[in-house]
């Protein structure tokens, strides 16, 4: 982090955040009024009312005789929370009136929390909103006497305190003034009660999220229906803070209101919560509730017709919802219900309209709030720049994390303290941190999904999700995977592409709940993670024997393996890394029970280690990359092995045969490698990575599973025949969207659509097509440079529906400049959503290379069919649905009818460089003779 530019970010951000003051109010209500009109009567009356309810209230017959009055004024304006206007007739013929609401309206938009109150007393409010009536008549005056640019600002903020929420006599009450009066004080209280609620103290970031969540999801302005919108996410993230601001800034806006808090708790019964809002919607602190279901029945009966803002916070029973009446037909017109929780799935029913998840800060906000709370102030103090980064870095983004900590390290004096203060929170994490992200854990329904939780938190963040669960699954009665579903539902773990990522200190949380079980005696907890701890129940020989989760990686020291006699019920072991291990591979044997097993970078060469692992019946995964053995000894016999990795094995030459239970098998990057075996025949293979062998001629026997495979990786692989290239492309299905990728030089002739470098595939849906399951995408890539990364991006726009997706398949690393790829995969359209008669466009290109270093896209082709694949979990695809850009209308009428391609290269497959001069060899040549006519994968459309 560049700490000097996020020094004067955070600045700059403090700035602007304090453009709006804050003020400790001296009055809660200010009365503007026409005093010949109204203030013997009216608002006498009103000021009365006002006062009788306990509501400092100033009018002008306060002022003392001797004082400026205009000054007195301004100032008692400034210092009032809410003002309450008085529209009467007369009311514009008075300068010093009108005078008066433009300071008003001008301290409203300056005062953060400043509320105006308009009352339309024998007026009609389009009367002051239009300037007409005996509005008009006062203005025409004012028009021959008076400044013009001031009676342009007094029609301005004539026509804005008219749009304001208010009270009309002539539509309400049937005029009587007093019932009149009552409502109104209502309000005033109502209003007051919501100014009450606490405004987070520095809310770095907040304004930006409350106009993002206001605008795209609450549109209190806009739509006249009734919408109901959720807030999920994390304990500490904010969610309550964003409601607060939210309710604080548009609670004005609507004729009644209610928070209700911390609903999760229990510390207030369904009743009280029932008569809560009853009571803080209608004003009526005297309703009384008996029964949850007569309180259900009172909600939907008595607020039916209020437009009403309501906000649950801290749900985690959808039940609740239905005791609060939460319902579209409970509430009036353009009422907002938001509901705040940290587990989506009590969102995930029909009467949610949107969801929103909370975010954490950016690192530029996480520093300005953790300043604030350290140093007071918007920065931190020089010296501890760095110190504070690193602060940032541990909380994650978290608010709650960066105030706790802020505060704490805000009496630590000295850099030296700090340093320890922090080394001890990443150890022992702080209490409050701990108890509040440990309210996810607790509500957990079951000990069996709280154990998946222990054991993601320990072992297996950042690893790949689907060798995750077959770990997790082979080591339970139940189904893991569901179980991981609840854990992303409830905001304690996350997918990040393939692989299962979460927060350090929700990670830290599930750790400590397993330190805390033995604090003292390390070896009796139910799973050991800390280098420290293991290494002292090794050194004792304490290992309990229950153990089935042992990680020893990089252990740079370890000599020798322990004695794996003791540890019968053992299921996971990692010494990626222990490169110095040179005894005790022989007690591999006594693991009957090892279903994982990484030996990663561990410097093995010698072919006896290598032959004990044919012992290891149960296993299911086993990791052996980058590792010196020059072969495997045969590898059939282990019937429950579903994963092989061998990525980097530069001396490996062959590969021997293989169990059927294979499902998945990556030897990337072996250079050597000449040999593969023939797939047996019943063989269950899915997934097959052999990127950069550029030894291998042949996979055998390869050509009978692609119909049942969903990834094939051998580009690179420039000793492949052009007959193995060829049976490839007439076969692939490509089922799902892990892709076919090739060193190969253009697009396959089935595929209709084809477009060029910088250009877009624009296709018309034939309208024809009942049912459309995937749109299949192909490219054919290149780089001018080795050894360039680069993620695709799949740019689809349907310009008939307005919708854009963003779509990331695949991750490459190019290791040969000039050679072209091609990449073959489906996206699935249960996403895209494509219906007959769209049109769209497709764009591909890379993003995240460097720019003198870039992946270019040479062709892209496309089609589409009626039938659907069936979609793994094996490979994560990010959809990302982006706004709709104005400038994909633009030539609407264009032609989309585009000519059946026809390749202008001879040469069609050539492994050899793009647009190279070079003679292609005669197995390449073959590569082209072969027509489109002699296979159909998929149900072509016509060309139009």
């Known amino acids: ?369 953790l300043s604030w709370h350290a140093f007071g102030n918007h920065c931190p103090d020089e010296e501890y720049i760095e110190l504070a980064t690193d602060v940032v870095d541990y909380c994650g983004g978290l608010p709650l994390a960066l105030k706790v900590v802020g505060r704490l390290l805000a009496t630590k004096k000295s850099k030296s303290i700090w340093k320890s203060t922090l080394d001890k929170l990443r150890n022992l994490p702080h209490g409050k941190i701990h108890e509040t992200l440990r309210l996810s854990y607790d509500g957990l329904n079951d000990d069996h999904v709280k154990g998946v939780f222990l054991d993601i938190s320990h072992f297996f963040i950042n690893r790949v999700g689907t060798e995750v669960v077959a770990i997790l699954d082979g080591c339970s009665r139940f189904c893991v995977e569901s179980e991981i579903r609840t854990l992303e539902d409830r905001c304690l773990l996350d997918y990040d592409f393939a692989l299962i990522w979460m927060h350090d200190l929700i990670r830290d949380m599930g750790r400590e709940i397993v330190r805390a079980e033995c604090a003292m005696e390390p070896g009796k907890r139910s799973r050991l993670w800390h280098h420290e701890d293991v290494t002292s129940v090794l050194r004792n020989e304490s290992l309990p024997k229950k153990l089935k989760f042992l990680y020893l990686d990089h252990s740079r020291n370890l000599t020798q393996l322990p004695d794996f006699s003791k540890l019968p019920h053992l299921e996971d072991l990692s010494l990626n890394g222990c490169k110095s291990v040179s005894g005790g591979y022989r007690l591999f044997a006594q693991l009957k029970m090892l279903q994982y097993l990484d030996l990663e970078d561990c410097n093995i060469t010698d072919d006896a280690i290598l032959e004990s692992l044919r012992s290891l019946s149960s296993l299911r995964i086993l990791i052996l990359d980058g590792n010196g053995f020059n072969r495997l000894p045969t590898l059939s016999g282990l019937s429950q092995l579903k994963s092989l990795y061998l990525n980097h094995c530069t001396n490996l030459q062959a590969i021997p045969d293989l169990p059927t239970s294979l499902h998945s098998l990556e030897a990337n990057y072996c250079t050597e490698l000449e040999i593969m075996p023939s797939l047996p025949e019943m063989s269950e293979m899915l997934e097959l990575q052999l990127k950069d062998c550029r030894k291998l001629k042949d996979i055998p026997n390869l050509d009978n599973f692609l119909c049942k495979m969903h990834t094939l990786h051998v580009e690179g692989c420039a000793s492949l025949t052009a007959t193995f290239k060829e049976n490839i492309l007439l076969k692939w299905k490509g089922y799902t969207i892990g892709g076919l990728s090739l060193s190969v030089n253009d697009i396959p002739r089935w595929l209709p659509y084809v477009a060029r470098e910088d250009e877009t595939v624009e296709i018309v849906v034939p309208p024809t097509f009942d049912y459309i399951g995937r749109l299949v995408v192909c490219i054919i890539y290149s780089s001018d440079n080795s050894d360039c990364t680069g993620s695709l991006c799949i740019h689809v726009v349907n310009r008939t529906q307005r919708t854009r997706f963003h779509i990331w398949p695949m991750e490459t690393t190019i290791t040969a400049s000039h050679e072209c790829y091609l990449w073959l995969g489906s996206l699935t359209n249960k996403k895209l959503n494509l219906k007959g008669g769209d049109k769209v466009r497709v764009h591909a290109d890379f993003i995240e290379t460097e720019d003198d270093h870039q992946i270019k896209v040479k062709k892209t082709g496309v089609d589409i069919v009626e039938w659907d694949f069936v979609f793994t979990n094996r490979t994560k695809v990010d959809y990302k649905r982006v706004p709709y850009e104005s400038d994909e209308d633009t030539d609407e009428e264009e032609d989309y009818q585009t000519a059946p391609y026809e390749s202008d290269e001879e040469e069609d497959y050539q492994t050899a460089p793009c647009e190279s001069d070079e003679e292609a060899s005669d197995d390449d040549k073959e590569l082209s003779n072969y027509s489109s006519d002699e296979v159909q994968p998929c149900k072509r459309f016509e060309v139009i």
């Open 1 to 369: 982090m560049n700490t000097s530019s996020l020094a004067l970010a955070t600045a700059a951000a403090a700035g602007s955040s304090s453009s709006r003051r804050s003020n400790r109010w001296k009055y809660e209500v200010f009365l503007s009024f026409r005093g010949e009109d109204t203030r013997t009567g009216f608002t006498d009356h009103l000021s009365l009312a006002l006062s009788s309810a306990g509501i400092n209230t100033f009018i002008d017959y306060e002022l003392k005789k001797g004082e400026n009055i205009q000054r007195e004024l301004d100032r008692e304006i400034e210092g009032s929370r809410i003002a309450v206007v008085v529209f009467s007739k007369s009311y514009a013929e008075s300068r010093y009136c009108l005078r008066e609401l433009s300071m008003i309206m001008r301290c409203r938009e300056d005062q953060e929390g400043k509320v105006v109150y308009p009352i339309f007393y024998d007026v009609d409010p389009s009367e002051v909103r239009k300037q007409s009536g005996s509005f008009g008549e006062a203005f025409k005056k004012h028009e021959r006497d008076e400044d013009p640019n001031e009676v342009e600002q007094w029609r301005k903020v004539l026509k804005a305190s008219a749009d304001l929420v208010g009270q009309d006599l002539k539509t309400t009450a049937d005029r009587r003034e007093g019932v009149f009066i009552h409502k109104v004080v209502g309000d005033i209280i109502g209003l007051l009660k919501t100014s009450d609620s606490k405004e987070a103290k520095h809310s770095v970031g907040i304004a930006f999220r409350v106009e993002e969540f206001s605008t795209k999801y609450l549109d209190v302005e806009g739509s006249h229906d009734v919408q109901i919108i959720g807030i999920w996410g994390m304990g500490g993230i904010g969610k309550t803070t964003l409601a607060r601001t939210f309710y604080s800034t548009y609670h004005h806006s609507f004729r009644g209101q209610c928070y209700l808090e911390e609903v999760r708790s229990k510390k207030k019964s369904m009743v009280s919560l029932q008569e809560q809002l009853l009571r803080d919607v209608l004003k009526r602190p005297d309703i009384k509730i008996s029964s949850v279901g007569e309180g259900t029945k009172e909600i939907e009966k008595r607020l039916g017709s209020m437009k009403v803002l309501i906000v649950v916070d801290d749900i985690d029973d959808a039940d609740q919802l239905d005791e609060l009446a939460i319902e579209h037909d409970s509430f009036g017109p353009g009422s907002r219900i938001i509901l705040i929780t940290r587990d989506e799935q009590v969102l995930n029913i029909q009467k949610v309209d949107k969801k929103y998840k909370a975010q954490t800060m950016t690192d530029e906000e996480a520093l300005e709030l």
